[in-house]
């Protein structure tokens, strides 16, 4: 039977659509999990499945019946089934869990390095009391305080730092403007009282008499610092802190990483509700959706494991299996 006709077949319909519809009110775009959900509704309907008939067996039938298939493609599709299967058995449905594939899948080439609060002393320490040096005219003394705490205290990429303008930083207010980031996203970042307090030292030191379309963080010759020379520095930051590191890593953008899940752990330690936290944090990443976002959820929950007890009591159902959620920078 069609479901209001809509293209929706089987007796499992609505509660597909309820499923989707809650995924997209906790700000998932969901487009195309959407098409899978409706290939599983069309398979429901021509096996005439009912709720009683989502078995394990079943859904492995399901999702094993194209032998052409990626290993990668069956395992996201049965991603979306355990999140399925999730939600159905938390809404007073219950149906058998989805199979493990016992696949291997793709995972990401880079392992995200997330520093420890006493490396982050030590690091910081280093940028600060870094010597004087003529042929910088200590110009990097006066920048790179700001612009790694900005970094690392606003979870920002790298390229959002280089790019602010005079204009885009309000350390009165606390808030930084990001423009045209990534995903062409426009977003206001709030600063902690301590890094605004940094910028408005700053801004009266080196901004004092500049154009609001000033950069913010000028190299040489007025232009945006230069990415490579943060990336040297920061190497050498890394080298004097005696925070091992190779050609791999730890890199720039790992201070981002840290942001995410030392956030994430302590609004955990602190019984926080995540679920009405979670899209603050997406925003204020300039995430296009949680994909992003459930990838830091998934590497608290891995590098302190002391707190998933704690975690999936409240909140078992919002933690991504591995591979699940995707890196987004």
């Known amino acids: 039977m069609r479901s209001e006709g809509d293209g929706w077949e089987s007796r499992i319909a609505p509660y597909l659509k309820r499923f989707l519809e809650e995924r997209r009110m906790c700000g998932y775009k969901f487009e195309g999990q959407e098409a899978r959900l409706r290939q599983f509704d069309r398979y429901c309907a021509e096996n005439g499945f009912s709720v009683a008939d989502l078995t394990t067996a079943a859904m492995a039938r399901y999702n094993d019946r194209n032998p052409y298939e990626s290993i990668d493609t069956r395992h996201s599709r049965l991603l979306l089934l355990r999140q399925f299967a999730d939600y159905m058995n938390r809404t007073g449905s219950p149906v058998d869990n989805p199979p493990d594939s016992g696949e291997s899948v793709k995972?990401?080439?880079?392992?995200?390095?997330?520093?420890?609060?006493?490396?982050?002393?030590?690091?910081?320490?280093?940028?600060?009391?870094?010597?004087?040096?003529?042929?910088?005219?200590?110009?990097?003394?006066?920048?790179?305080?700001?612009?790694?705490?900005?970094?690392?205290?606003?979870g920002l990429r790298v390229s959002e730092a280089l790019h602010l303008t005079v204009s885009d930083v309000d350390p009165d207010e606390g808030v930084l403007r990001i423009r045209n980031a990534k995903n062409g996203k426009d977003r206001l970042v709030p600063m902690a009282d301590s890094v605004a307090a940094r910028c408005q030292a700053y801004s009266e030191t080196v901004h004092a008499h500049s154009a609001p379309d000033t950069v913010y963080f000028p190299g040489a010759s007025g232009k945006p610092y230069d990415l490579s020379s943060v990336y040297c520095r920061f190497r050498q930051?890394?080298?004097?802190?005696?925070?091992?590191?190779?050609?791999?890593?730890?890199?720039?953008?790992?201070?981002?990483?840290?942001?995410?899940?030392?956030?994430?752990?302590?609004?955990?330690?602190?019984?926080?509700?995540?679920?009405?936290?979670?899209?603050?944090?997406?925003?204020?990443?300039?995430?296009?959706?949680?994909?992003?976002?459930?990838?830091?959820?998934?590497?608290?929950?891995?590098?302190?494991?002391?707190?998933?007890?704690?975690?999936?009591?409240?909140?078992?159902?919002?933690?991504?299996?591995?591979?699940?959620?995707?890196?987004?920078?």
């Open 107 to 154: 995972r990401p080439k880079y392992e995200p390095y997330i520093y420890s609060t006493e490396e982050l002393r030590r690091l910081f320490t280093r940028i600060d009391t870094w010597p004087e040096s003529p042929r910088t005219n200590n110009k990097r003394r006066i920048i790179d305080p700001i612009l790694f705490r900005m970094l690392y205290g606003c």
């Open 237 to 329: 930051y890394l080298w004097e802190a005696g925070i091992s590191h190779s050609g791999s890593g730890p890199r720039v953008h790992d201070l981002r990483h840290a942001f995410c899940v030392h956030r994430l752990r302590s609004w955990v330690l602190g019984g926080h509700d995540l679920t009405n936290l979670l899209p603050y944090l997406s925003a204020y990443l300039g995430h296009v959706d949680f994909r992003g976002t459930e990838y830091y959820l998934r590497l608290t929950v891995d590098l302190y494991p002391e707190i998933i007890s704690r975690l999936e009591r409240a909140h078992g159902y919002i933690i991504p299996e591995k591979g699940d959620a995707n890196e987004e920078s």
